[in-house]
Structure formats: C-alpha cells, structure tokens
C-alpha cells in the first residue's frame, strides 16, 4: 500500500508559490514571507544617468501597469496567496543599487561579449533590497527581474512579494540574444518597432536585427539618394528617416538593447529597381521560382560599377548614422539565386565559376564599407558555405539552417548566430502565403502548408539548444542566437501575439540555457507556469502576447494539463487500394484492373509530360528504342551483372552529350546526373525538396529500419541529433580500438588468410611475402573494429575463418542489394538466406542491446564518466530506451562503418601495389614522422600530407557510394541541364527519381585540370596531383556534401590512415598479383560499396627482410 505521505507531499509541493521570474536566473533562493512595496521608497544608485530611466520603468512596472494574478491562482484560491492587507504589514522601504565597475564607450553598442551583463539582487525578510552589478546594463536586467517580485493586490493599491527573502545571481549564458524583424515585407511604424524594444528588455533580449530592405520594399531614407525611399517604400511616407533611426537605437540603448540594420544583398534587393532600374536583374521575373524565393525577385548586378557606386553613396550616408549606436551591420547574402545572371548582359552565366570570383569581390567591398565605418559585418551563411566565399575572421556568420551548419561553420572558425528555422522561425506553419488558381497549382499544393512547416510553438522554439553537439571549442564560437520574424503575413496588428510569448521561450534558452544547474534539460513542467506568469505581465504592459495555456490550466497545478504517455494503441488505417478491393468482387477487379491500369499509366505520363511543358524546360532524352524503356532496362541491368556500371554512364552522356539527361522507366521519369551543380542543389541549396523518399525506405526497411540511412525529415533528423555526438573529435581520436586488432591483422597477412583460431602458430618469418588477399583481410579488421567500437565486442572474424555474425552480415547484404536492383520485381527475389541472417543478426545484437538497457540511467552515466567497456551503444542508450532505435541506428552504422573503409583500404592497397614509387614517397614520411614502431597518434595521422593524398586520391577514383539516387519531395527544379544547351534550369516533378555518380563525376576530364607533369589523367591514381591542386567545391564529394554528409568521416579518415601507417611502418614492398587475374584493369563491382570485383591479391615484404636480401 502506498504511504498516505506521499501525496500529500505533493500536494504541499504544487501549493507552494511559483517561483515565477523569467528568464530563469542562474542562481535563485527565495523565502515565504511577505512584504510590500512602499509607493515612496528609497533608491539610491552611484552609477550612469542611463539608469534613472531605468529605475523609473521598473518602478512604473510594479504600480501603473502591474496585474492581480488570479488566473494563476487556484480558482477561489488567491486569498491563499495573498498577504494579508489588515495585519502585520512589513514594507520594502529601500533600494540600494550599486554599479561596482565603469561603463564604457562598448557598454552601449557592445560587441558579443563585451558587457557584463550580470548581477546579484537581495531583498531581505526586513525590507531591504540591493542590487549589485559590474555594467549598467546588469543594473537594467537586474531591475527588470526585482519588478518580477511584484504582483498588485486585489484589495487596492498595494503592490506585494511573498517570496522574502531573495537572493539572486544571475548572468547569461550567451551574449547575442536577438529577434530579427522583417520591416520590408510590412510596414512597421517607428512605435511598432519600440514597443518590441520594450518588450525584449522586458524578457532580457538584447538585440534587435531590423531587416530593412528587400525586394518588397526599401523604406530606410538615404539622404544623398531620396528617390530610392520614396520610390522603393510602400508608400512614399512609410519611410524610416534618419531622425527615426536615431530614436530607435537611442531608445534601445537605453534599455540594454543594441540595435543593428541589414541591406540584404546582392539577392532580395528588387525594390531598389523602382528607383534604379540599371542595377537590378530579374526584378518581378515570372515565374518567380525561376529567379527567386518569392515574388517580386530582384539582384544586384554582380558585373556592373554602377552598383558599387551606389553602394557606396548609401554605406557613406548610412553607416557614420548608424556607428555610434551600434558595433554591427549586417550585409545579408542569403539565397542569391545563380538564374538571375543570366539575365545580366555583363555576365549571362549561372555557373559557380562564373559568379564566385564575383561575389567574391563583391563581399570585400562591402565588408570593407562596412569595417571602415568601425562597424562589424555580419552575412548570411551562405556567402561562406555555397558560394564558398572567404570572408574575414572578424565576420559574424548567421546560420537559419542551423544545427549541422553551425557545427560546420564553427568547425572552419566562424562565430555564428543561430537562428535554426526548424525552431527559431517565428512566421513557419501559418499556411501558405502564395496565391494559387484552381487547377494544377491549387491541386498540387493543397492543403497549403508553407515551406516550413510546423508552426514553432513555445515548446519547440524552447527545446532549442543552439551548442547541440558541439565541442567545446565550436560551442565557444556561438555567440547566440536570434528569432526570426519575416513579415509576410505579419503586420502591426498580428505582431505581438506573432512574437511573444515565443521569444521569451528563446530568450530563456540564450540567456539561462537549455539546461538547469543539474544538467538536466529545462522542464516544460517547470516554465509553463512561468512563461504564463510572464505572458501576463505583457498583456498588462499593454503587448497583446497569446496566451499559453487556458485558465483551466493556468489556475491549476502544472500537471493538471499534463501528457502522461502510456500505450500506445495501435490504429490501423486502411489504404486506398485495400478499400477498393474490400468493396470489389474478385471477378470485377481481374476484368477491369487491366485496362483501368494501363489507361491510368498513359494518362499520367501525358499529364507530367504536359505539366513540365508548361513549366519550363527538360534535360536530352536518353535514346531509347523500345517501348517502356526497355532497352535501357536491359542495358542498366546488364551493366550490374557484368560489373560495368561506369561504361553504362558513360553510354548514357555520349549517347545524349550532357551531363544531365532523362529517361522513363515503365513510364516513370528518371533524371541522370554528373553535374556538381545539380549535385550540389540535391545535396545542399535545395536539401528540403529532395530526400531518400518512401520508396527507399520501403525497399531498405528489412535490413536498415527507420535509422539515419532510410529516413527523412524529422525521423531523419532525429537519428542525426542522436548519433553524431559519438563521432566528435574526442572519441574519433581514441585509437587504441583500431591498434587492438593490428597485431592479429600481421598474423593473418603473413598466415596468408584469416587464422584458424586466435592462437594460432604463424611463422612470421616464412610468412614473409606470402601471397593474400588483403581485401577479404581488410573486411575482417574492420568489422573487428566496428564491432568493437560499437558493442564492445571483438568477433574475431580475423581468427575465425566462418564467423557467423560475419557470414550473417554478408548474406543479409547479398540479398539486399540484389532486391534493391531487381526494382519492381524485388517480391520474387527469395528471403529465406535473408530472413535467416537477419535473425542471427538480431540475435546477436539484441544481446548488447539488453545488456546496456539493464543498466540504469545512472550507471550508464557513470561508465561514460569512467573509460573502460564504455561504447557507442552505451552512449546511445543514455539517450533512448527504445529497442528498435537502437536495433536499427546499430545496423546502420555497423554497415557504413564497415565496408566504406574496407573497401577505400581494399582499392588502397591495390593501387600502391602497382605504384611503388607512392610506396616509397608513404614510407618515407610515416618513416619521418612515427618512426618505425611507434603507434601514430591522430595529429601524426593529419600531419602527414602524403598519406592524406593517397585517401584522397584513393576516393576520388574510387568513391565508395559510386552511384547513389534521391527523390525528388515536391515539384521543383535543378539548377542544369534543360534546354537546347543544357544550360538553363530545368523542371522536376515531385516523385522523379535523380541518380547522380559521384564517381563519373570525379573522373570528368572536362572539370580538372589538362593533362600536364604535374597532373595526370584522370582514370590514373596520382597521389602527388594533390600537391598542386585542391579540387573545385562540389566536384569531388566521396562523403557527400550538404547536411547528410557522411557523419563517419573523421573516424573512416584516422581508421584508414592509422591502418595504412602501421602496414608501411612494416612493410617496405607489396607486390601486386593483380595483373594475372585483371589484365591491369580494375573490375568495380558497385554494390552497396564500390569494390575491387577480384580481390586484392598481394604480397607484402617486410623491410628488414628485404634488406637482407630475402625478398
Ligand atoms: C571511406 C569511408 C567512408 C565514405 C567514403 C563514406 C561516404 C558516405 C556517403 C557518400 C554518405 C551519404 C550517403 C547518402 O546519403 O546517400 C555517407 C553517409 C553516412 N556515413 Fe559514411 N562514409 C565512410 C565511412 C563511414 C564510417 C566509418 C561511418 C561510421 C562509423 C559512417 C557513417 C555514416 C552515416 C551515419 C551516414 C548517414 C548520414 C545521414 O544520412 O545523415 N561513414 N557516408
């Protein structure tokens, strides 16, 4: 029986008063005695003038505009909670402010960091309040949170706290803590825009990013120009004079908020084409998707000095305006779309090439406006990460892709502000903006989500942590982050309740942080009564903030509107198909199916090919002759068996001299592509219109689950979050999993083959140029590895000849690619070696599943704390108890973490056999650099150039995903390909399958350099071309590119590296035997990985053995 305590233990514990400040301060002890606010206290402050103000807005707060709290309070309950006001009243009677350190000149337009903003509040049982802090800025956040304290009574003008004694220190955990208003897209009356100010210093934001200019409109005022205002705004007085800018960001600073201005550019700049046509391309371009985001389109001319004159006007008259009040200035660059150049008679290209040394030029010019102004420049990610622009170290990168791109950015270096759209983008999930006619507009984006659906309610914006998964050194590069509001639908009237109270659920994660003193994430449970408590006191402020909760909830305990998961019940939903065939006689479906099926195929054929039609242009057509494509059906399926998928691509461009073509497969399009620009849009510029897909998923769903490699979206994206924090740098740096598994490797090389058992006798000595095959070798030692890194099991499969989880492994894949390839008629494809494999597989690691879900949370902590026996799978297991994540996240990465490197190995070695003078050049700097014993450590591995060449020339002939293949998510384009040039962008339906080979591509002679001395063909392998050439963005991408890019890279780049270093530690030769069984010419077998067909049989010699003459 449960002790009756218990209850009423918790009972007492939801009766207690909230402790309500928002955002949460860092350290917050408070009391439950009562004590009122004396109307006449005394506040005594040593400090700046900007205070007062300050002092006089708190003080307004608690008596003018304060609230009585009774949706808070249990209903006929806030009796409880107020004091009483007929006895015993004990007065808050003095306020002792004291400023402990001097503001300076960056105390009001400070840098990211410069001002401490903290500080300490006592309020004792006896009615004595201090404050302390180093800034005026502290004194201002600190007053805001000692207005917290205060509610108004209900009986009369009596303003209380019953929460005495306080004592608080408080101080953020990031310095840049924004909102970015959009004033282009709508018009914002100067008085709109003051009262978010107030409402941020309210909540403790400290910077407003006012974005004001773009293709919409340009309402700021240059005086030396007035005709781009009053022509550029939406109406000529709708304008921001510099009398207007002025006030703002004086009005800011005068409540801690530093205000700074964005000119996007070159794209979203239409509207300066209203008042200077000449330097705008494309502006109002239909269709718009061609040209831009959304209408009206609009870019500078990126070839043109008549735009940097302009530029220059405006910086010259604008920046001296803003630098007083300000320490930054943001030059956007975000989505330049590369189409709106060729419409630009000084460039009429679209090509990266092309535009890159432009833009180039163009970002010094500005930033260096912009430095000369003594202000900071800030830009939009993709000037650094797609234009592959280099920008100064002193530049502010903004991601709105977020968390794998700011991993990346600050992994180069970058200071970033995050403003991760997923979760930070306050205007998504509103519905679709665009207009639509009936028809096919209408039907296709029915029910008119918009392109970033979900809307983000305060919990998801809350969940937020802009440091996920970054180390320590990238965290540091966070400077904050800022909440965007684009105002496309959004106008003063909408603002408030658009804005808050979602950025406080931001402003808490930047300034207290996604996670308490414990380390433990913040608690829905714990911030929605506060969060409700604040959206109170803004609506008594007079900002129309929604509400968070209904009164039902608000009045209760937190838990009373609680989600309490229990079973899940499982709804099957009935499909279409099996409706039909529900309602339907079997005799009627066989007569009518037939016909209806075929009539329905050529229906829809003629239906997409009329859409693209209408659309815009299509790539070549790949000739076929028959019907149904069968020709290429055959030609494609003849290429898998005998293992000459790379001639068929090659067939494929000469037959339609493109790079990008297209084909139907029984009627399904299919788009063929070697083009690093179109590659570049699938994998990066338009990630979001194009995934894996369902079909992908379905076909891998019995081998792979729903893990990372299946998946899209938001499955997707949660199998990222999970599993890339094991692959940071620490545990990719530990190697004394790969040296665990060398000395058996040795034994097995010179035993010529996997060894009969661990103890094994090898003659070392005899062994000593002894022919084998080092790929099957290879395969064996990483799987070792893997399992090992994984589980925390060695299988041995290097000393066990038939290994059954090995042989497992191997079938299951066997099969699985052979279904794969069968396409349509994968169902007649037999399971039973499959199903069978599959079982030892489970089997074997649902053992180590159940082993690390034994363990409790805590003491899976703590092995993570200790080294020993702790691995990926317990890491994992710290973040998910489910079986089947587990399950499938573990196979997936045990298949990318084991082939991938095998084989690069495999075709390593392979090469070096037949290249002694690169195995000389390696031995001689591992020889250099580690010597001949010492194991190498991960900064030997990257300090030596020459082994990093031969991975990397390695991959580039042989990338591992040779051939891979997206789906497109929703009716969209691809940069290249379409037209009679194969110039122009063409169109793509939703569900068009894109294949695209990164090892054609790798090997265009078009796209490297010419034959010379120092750069061979490109069918050879020359580690030495990587002395002199660094290959272009996008054109060579073994990992992918864009946010799937292979997570395993580091750790596949110091497995192989350590590998290779410890083999020519040893070894001074390796011979090849290859020559017998391939003539010389490499047969590729592309199966899941790309693989030497024949093996890689070699023999290797040891050095000393050598030496003495014995080779
Ligand atoms: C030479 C070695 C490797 C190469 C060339 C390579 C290449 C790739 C490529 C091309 C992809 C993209 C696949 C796609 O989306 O279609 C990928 C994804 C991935 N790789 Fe690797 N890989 C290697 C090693 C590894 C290793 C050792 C691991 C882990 C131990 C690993 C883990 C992953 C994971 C988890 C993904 C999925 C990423 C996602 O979809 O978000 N890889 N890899």
Redesign the pocket.
């Known amino acids: 029986m449960l002790s009756p305590l218990l209850p009423l233990s918790l009972l007492l514990a939801a009766l207690q008063p909230v402790s309500a400040i928002w955002p949460a301060p860092q350290n917050y002890t408070k009391g439950n005695s009562s004590l009122f606010l004396h109307q006449n206290i005394e506040i005594t402050y040593n400090g700046a003038h900007i205070v007062y103000g300050g002092i006089s807005r708190a003080l307004a707060s608690i008596f003018d505009i304060n609230f009585v709290p009774w949706m808070l309070k249990k209903r006929g309950g806030l009796s409880n909670f107020e004091p009483n006001l007929l006895k015993g009243q004990k007065w808050v009677r003095k306020l002792e402010i004291v400023q402990t350190g001097k503001d300076t000149s960056n105390t009001f337009k400070p840098l990211a960091g410069q001002v401490d903003e903290s500080y300490n509040l006592t309020l004792s049982v006896d009615g004595f309040a201090k404050l302390t802090a180093v800034s005026s800025t502290g004194v201002l956040r600190g007053l805001e949170t000692f207005t917290q304290l205060f509610y108004h009574h209900s009986g009369g003008p009596f303003w209380y706290t019953p929460f005495a004694p306080v004592a608080i220190q408080d101080a953020p955990k990031f310095p840049h803590r924004g909102i970015l208003l959009d004033v282009a897209r709508s018009w914002f009356a100067v008085k709109d825009i003051l009262r978010t100010i107030d409402s941020m210093a309210w909540n403790k934001m400290n910077i407003l990013h006012v974005h004001v200019t773009d293709s919409q409109s340009w309402p700021i005022e240059i005086t030396t120009m007035p005709e781009v205002a009053k022509k550029g705004a939406y109406r000529p007085d709708l304008t921001y004079s510099p009398k207007d800018i002025e006030l703002i960001q004086k009005y800011a600073i005068h409540r801690g908020v530093e205000v700074y201005f964005e000119i996007d550019m070159p794209g979203h700049i239409g509207a300066v084409a209203l008042s200077h046509p000449e330097l705008i391309v494309a502006y109002n371009e239909a269709p718009y998707y061609w040209w831009c985001a959304e209408p009206p389109c609009g870019a500078f001319k990126l070839n043109d000095s008549r735009v940097d004159d302009f530029l220059g006007k405006v910086f010259d008259d604008l920046l001296p305006r803003l630098a007083p009040y300000s320490a930054y200035f943001h030059t956007g660059g975000d989505e330049l779309n590369a189409n709106d150049s060729m419409l630009d008679p000084g460039i009429r290209a679209n090509s990266t090439e092309v535009l890159q040394p432009l833009l180039q030029k163009f970002i010094d010019t500005q930033h260096a406006r912009v430095r000369k102004a003594g202000l900071t420049p800030i830009t939009w990610e993709e000037i650094p990460t797609d234009w592959n622009v280099t920008i100064g170290k002193d530049v502010v990168v903004q991601s709105w892709l977020g968390g794998d791109s700011v991993k990346t950015l600050t992994g180069n270096g970058h200071k970033v502000i995050d403003s991760n759209y997923n979760f930070w983008y306050l205007d998504c999930g509103r519905g679709q903006w665009i207009t639509m006619a009936n028809g096919l507009a209408y039907d296709t984006f029915y029910p008119f989500g918009d392109w970033c659906d979900p809307y983000k309610g305060w919990r998801l914006i809350y969940s937020y942590d802009p440091t996920a998964n970054l180390t320590e050194d990238e965290a540091k590069l966070v400077l904050g982050g800022e909440v965007a509001v684009w105002t496309e639908t959004i106008d003063p009237v909408t603002l408030d309740s658009i804005i808050w109270p979602r950025a406080s659920a931001a402003g808490e994660v930047l300034w207290s942080g996604r996670t308490d003193a414990t380390g433990q994430n913040r608690s829905q449970l714990d911030a929605t009564p506060r969060l409700a408590e604040m959206r109170e006191r803004l609506v008594a402020k007079g900002i129309g903030a929604s509400p968070v909760q209904m009164i039902f909830c608000t009045q209760g305990d937190p838990t009373d509107c609680q989600l309490v998961l229990g079973r899940k019940s499982d709804h099957i939903k009935m499909g279409l198909v099996e409706q039909l065939l529900e309602h339907a006689s079997v005799k009627t479906v066989l007569l009518t199916a037939p016909a209806l099926l075929l009539g329905l195929f050529l229906c829809n054929i003629a239906w997409q090919d009329w859409r693209i039609g209408r659309m815009g242009l299509r790539p070549p057509k790949v000739p076929n002759k028959l019907p149904f494509g069968l020709d290429f059906i055959y030609k494609n399926i003849r290429g898998s068996m005998t293992h000459s998928e790379l001639a068929f691509w090659h067939w494929v461009t000469s037959s339609t001299k493109s790079w990008t073509s297209e084909t139907r497969i029984v009627g399904r399009r299919i788009i063929l592509t070697t083009d690093p620009e179109n590659i570049k849009a699938i994998l990066a510029t338009q990630f979001h219109d194009y995934g894996k897909g369902e079909p992908f998923h379905r076909e891998w769903k019995g081998f792979l689950g729903d893990s990372?490699?299946t998946t899209d979206g938001e499955v997707?994206h949660a199998s990222?979050q999970l599993?890339r924090p094991q692959?940071i740098r620490d545990r990719v740096s530990d190697l004394h999993c790969f040296e665990s598994h060398m000395s058996v490797l040795f034994r097995a090389i010179a035993n010529g083959g996997a060894l009969n058992g661990e103890d094994q006798f090898v003659d070392m000595e005899a062994g000593n140029g002894k022919p084998v095959d080092i790929g099957d070798l290879f395969f064996r030692y990483t799987l070792d590895a893997?399992t090992d890194f994984l589980l925390g099991k060695d299988i041995k499969s290097l000393s066990t000849p038939r290994q059954e989880f090995a042989e497992a492994f191997g079938e299951a894949q066997r099969v699985q690619s052979v279904a794969v390839r069968a396409g349509p008629l994968n169902g007649f494809v037999p399971r039973g070696s499959f199903k069978k494999s599959m079982k030892v597989i489970d089997e074997f690691i649902n053992q180590y599943i159940e082993q690390a879900l034994r363990l409790t949370p805590a003491e899976l902590e703590g092995k993570a704390k200790g080294d020993s026996g702790y691995t990926f799978l317990h890491e994992l297991a710290i973040f998910t108890r489910d079986r089947k994540v587990l399950h499938d996240q573990l196979i997936?990465?045990l298949l990318?973490?084991r082939d991938?490197?095998a084989s690069?190995l495999s075709w390593t070695i392979y090469e070096l056999a037949r290249h002694p003078e690169a195995v000389a050049k390696l031995r001689a700097e591992i020889l250099s650099v580690v010597g001949t014993d010492r194991a190498p450590t991960y900064e030997d591995l990257k300090s030596m150039k020459y082994l990093q060449n031969v991975m990397n020339e390695t991959?580039r002939i042989y990338?591992?995903?040779p051939f891979?293949i997206r789906l497109a998510l929703k009716d969209t384009t691809l940069p290249r390909g379409g037209g009679p040039n194969q110039d122009q962008p063409l169109v793509v339906l939703k569900d068009t399958s894109i294949a695209y080979s990164t090892l054609v591509m790798q090997r265009r002679k078009d796209l490297y350099p010419p034959v010379s001395p120092t750069f061979a063909d490109t069918d050879v392998f020359s580690p030495d071309r990587w002395f002199h050439w660094q290959p272009k963005p996008w054109q060579y991408i073994?990992?992918?590119g864009g946010p799937?890019i292979?997570?395993?890279?580091q750790?596949?780049l110091t497995?192989?590296g350590y590998v290779l270093t410890r083999l020519f530690q040893r070894y001074e030769r390796v011979e090849s035997y290859m020559h017998e069984i391939d003539g010389g010419r490499p047969n590729l077998k592309a199966e899941i990985v790309l693989q030497p067909l024949d093996g890689v049989r070699v023999a290797f010699w040891e050095a000393t053995k050598a030496k003495s003459g014995n080779a």
Request: hydrophobic share 55%.
């Open positions: 990372i490699f997707w990222r599993i692959f893997a997936a990465v990318a973490g991938t490197t690069t991959l990338p591992v995903v891979n073994p990992f992918n799937r292979c997570i395993g890279q750790f596949a497995e192989m």
